[in-house]
């Protein structure tokens, strides 16, 4: 096989296809001609690499055919749509299927850390013991306040975003075991129920709850919402829906709690802002509380309205909604809730 004769007879061809792979923008005809240089290229290709394999040809032709199919399959790149389908459907449905989970942690939580609030509250003697020898009210209450402003807000609202992502984390990724996370929750509502239970038990309780309220609200549902998606993974794998085996039961649900994972960063940059800025400023508590509580409740409903949304209109594969009635639209589930970004597409 002559090969110089063969690349001077089908050269114009791998040119114009190298062109019409690098064009941004195609008609309804380029598009046609890019899909028959494509097959035609490969052929090429194919036949070169059969009788007369040259490497520097061989090379170009894989390039170029790469390229082609690169370009008629889609070229990575998130599109706004779907990052609003995300925002829109992906993530607050998937919150909401799980609020049955988050919900119960977040009750089992306070009821953990008020008991140590009032425990504590009612036996200062214990108090003191975990105050060590200075047990005056002023020093601990400076420590406290102390500890919203010692460092640059800025970096501080950095340090707490990281922190807190890294407990979610932690949270979704040990969730198939369960016990490290009943763990990890056991140590934080012990950590605000003593520090809540001392500052009560020297009277401030309105200090304690008007510091935590304005970023607690927000950043504890946080970490509810991490830790019962977290546990509902583990509990797929201990008891998965009849209609799934047991790895995909697990599959399911942590493709779901990717969804909430990449959600949850957001959310603590928001509670980082709040704890670095609203909580230490000086401002009525009123005021702060009622930054909080407002960023909290807009999340909530956030999560609900469109939650709701969203899981009226996913089905399951035996053809039920998630509330059990039967549909006969709407994309099958969990696709709409787990289904990657779509990238543009050639026209």
Same mark, same amino acid.
């Given at each position: 096989?002559?090969?110089?004769?063969?690349?001077?007879?089908?050269?114009?061809?791998?040119?114009?296809?190298?062109? #019409?792979?690098?064009?941004?923008?195609?008609?309804?005809?380029?598009?046609?001609?890019?899909?028959?240089?494509?097959?035609?290229?490969?052929?090429?290709?194919?036949?070169?690499?059969?009788? +007369?394999?040259?490497?520097?040809?061989?090379?170009?032709?894989?390039? #170029?055919? #790469?390229?082609?199919?690169?370009?008629?399959?889609?070229?990575?790149?998130?599109?706004?749509?779907?990052?609003?389908?995300?925002?829109?459907? +992906?993530?607050?449905?998937?919150?909401?299927?799980?609020?049955?989970?988050?919900? @119960?942690?977040?009750?089992?939580?306070?009821?953990?850390?008020?008991?140590?609030?009032?425990?504590?509250?009612?036996?200062?003697?214990?108090?003191?013991?975990?105050?060590?020898?200075?047990?005056?009210?002023?020093?601990?209450?400076?420590?406290?306040?102390?500890?919203?402003?010692?460092?640059?807000?800025?970096?501080?609202?950095?340090?707490?975003?990281?922190?807190?992502?890294?407990?979610?984390?932690?949270?979704?990724?040990?969730?198939?075991?369960?016990?490290?996370?009943?763990?990890? #929750?056991?140590?934080?509502?012990?950590?605000?129920?003593?520090? @809540?239970?001392?500052?009560?038990?020297?009277?401030?309780?309105?200090?304690?709850?008007?510091?935590?309220?304005?970023?607690?609200?927000?950043?504890?549902?946080?970490?509810?919402?991490?830790?019962?998606?977290?546990?509902?993974?583990?509990?797929?794998?201990?008891?998965?829906?009849?209609?799934?085996?047991?790895?995909?039961?697990?599959?399911?649900?942590?493709?779901?709690?990717?969804?909430?994972?990449?959600?949850?960063?957001?959310?603590?940059?928001?509670?980082?802002?709040?704890?670095?800025?609203?909580?230490?400023?000086?401002?009525?508590?009123?005021?702060?509380?009622?930054?909080?509580?407002?960023?909290?409740? @807009?999340?909530?409903?956030?999560?609900?309205?469109?939650?709701?949304?969203?899981?009226? @209109?996913?089905?399951?594969?035996?053809?039920?909604?998630?509330?059990?009635?039967?549909?006969?639209?709407?994309?099958?589930?969990?696709?709409?809730?787990?289904?990657?970004?779509?990238?543009?597409?050639?026209?």
């Amino acid at each position: 096989m002559d090969l110089d004769a063969y690349a001077a007879e089908h050269g114009a061809q791998w040119r114009r296809l190298a062109q #019409l792979s690098g064009q941004r923008r195609l008609s309804a005809a380029e598009a046609d001609e890019l899909i028959a240089l494509y097959q035609r290229v490969a052929t090429h290709l194919s036949v070169i690499r059969s009788r +007369s394999p040259e490497p520097a040809v061989v090379a170009r032709l894989s390039r #170029l055919v #790469l390229a082609a199919q690169a370009r008629l399959t889609g070229r990575p790149g998130v599109s706004w749509s779907a990052v609003g389908r995300f925002f829109s459907t +992906s993530l607050p449905g998937a919150v909401y299927q799980a609020w049955p989970w988050w919900t @119960g942690v977040a009750v089992g939580f306070n009821l953990i850390a008020g008991f140590f609030i009032w425990w504590i509250a009612e036996n200062p003697e214990s108090a003191a013991a975990l105050i060590g020898e200075r047990p005056a009210a002023e020093l601990f209450e400076a420590r406290f306040v102390g500890y919203y402003s010692e460092h640059e807000a800025s970096s501080f609202a950095f340090q707490l975003w990281t922190n807190n992502a890294w407990v979610a984390v932690r949270c979704l990724a040990a969730g198939i075991l369960i016990l490290p996370v009943l763990y990890l #929750l056991w140590n934080n509502a012990l950590n605000i129920g003593v520090t @809540g239970g001392v500052l009560a038990s020297f009277d401030r309780t309105g200090l304690f709850f008007g510091m935590v309220a304005p970023h607690g609200l927000l950043e504890l549902t946080g970490i509810f919402i991490a830790a019962g998606v977290g546990l509902r993974t583990g509990w797929a794998w201990i008891a998965p829906p009849p209609d799934l085996t047991r790895g995909q039961a697990v599959v399911q649900a942590a493709r779901s709690g990717i969804l909430v994972a990449v959600g949850l960063v957001g959310l603590f940059a928001v509670a980082g802002l709040l704890e670095a800025f609203v909580t230490p400023a000086a401002v009525p508590t009123a005021v702060r509380v009622g930054i909080g509580t407002t960023v909290w409740a @807009g999340f909530l409903g956030y999560v609900i309205v469109f939650g709701r949304r969203a899981a009226s @209109g996913v089905r399951r594969p035996d053809g039920r909604r998630p509330d059990g009635r039967r549909t006969v639209t709407g994309p099958a589930w969990p696709d709409v809730l787990t289904a990657p970004l779509r990238v543009d597409r050639a026209p």
